[in-house]
């Protein structure tokens, strides 16, 4: 078994920043891909970045030199920086993980959690 602990997001005013972390227990031989998508209200859940094993990264269009997604494969935790955060970034916010265990692998997903982005 695999357990994923994302922290606590938060109220930040805009122009803010926060930084979210996603961190992986368990059953857990390595992790390849990463990934931060986000959900708000009404809206499909949407890809905000990604990284690989290598640390090759890939960020959606609206984040682009706002965020910054990292890895620590010792702590087998996932970031992500988010720096002049605006009102639209404001959504709940899930960590994905391609994790391989003694079963396999298998992606796993963080229990999400709520950033606000309001004045």
């Known amino acids: 078994q695999v357990q994923l602990v994302e922290s606590a997001g938060g109220l930040v005013q805009p122009g803010g920043s926060l930084r979210l972390s996603c961190a992986a227990s368990?059953?857990?031989?390595?992790?390849?891909?990463m990934g931060w998508y986000r959900q708000a209200p009404g809206n499909q859940r949407e890809l905000v970045a990604t990284?690989?094993?290598?640390?090759?990264?890939n960020y959606a269009d609206s984040v682009k030199g706002r965020f910054t997604i990292s890895r620590d494969d010792a702590k087998n935790t996932l970031y992500l920086q988010m720096y002049s955060l605006k009102p639209e970034d404001t959504a709940v916010y899930y960590c994905?993980?391609?994790?391989?265990?003694?079963?396999?692998?298998?992606?796993?997903w963080g229990q999400g959690t709520q950033v606000t982005v309001s004045s």
């Open positions: 990284i690989t094993s290598v640390g090759s990264t």
């Open positions: 994905n993980l391609n994790i391989v265990g003694a079963g396999g692998y298998k992606n796993y």
């Open positions: 368990g059953n857990i031989i390595r992790i390849n891909g």
